[in-house]
């Protein structure tokens, strides 16, 4: 039959007692297999969070880019082909697959004169302050609202985007 070791007291060996006291919680912690597998099972779902919000940022910048390539295709119509709301209207809509695109409000033409901050109006067929004829402008708007893939706090559902192109066709 054998006997337990006796363990002798605190003030003589110090270091030798707490030793042998420690193996058995030696013994747990190295056993660490599982570890990881329950790490990654914590950390997933913040990781597949994060990963859909970042694709959630992307689609609603691409968007904005689509509303804004809407606007420029419209005003790009409108130098070949000459002013005509309905047509222009028309290559707003159908520039991009973004369904939720419109031509809002609807394009306008104007005369007026450049000048270093924009365009000022003015009667057409008149002459500018620098001497030239006035030009003819079309301005094309577009609007498109994206909706967010998931729902997040302090943040709408929902944004509305809009992009406005001016050219000069005469």
Known sequence: M?????LSPPSSKPRAFLARLGRPLGLARRDDQ????????????????????TLDLGI??????QVQNAAQAGAQYAVAHG???SSISAAVTNATTFSAISASPAPNQSCGCPTD???????CNSTCADGSVTGTYVTVHSQGTYNTLLSYPLLPASFPFAAQATVRIQ
């Not at 609603?60 to 880019?65: A, D, L, P, Q």
């Open 60 to 65: 609603g910048i691409y968007r904005k880019m």
């Open 83 to 85: 002013f005509s709301s």
């Open 34 to 53: 599982g570890i990881a597998a329950i790490q990654f099972g914590m950390l997933a779902p913040i990781l597949v969070l994060m990963g859909l919000s």
């Open 2 to 6: 054998t006997t337990a070791p006796v």
């Open 117 to 123: 901050t924009g365009v000022t109006s003015a009667p």
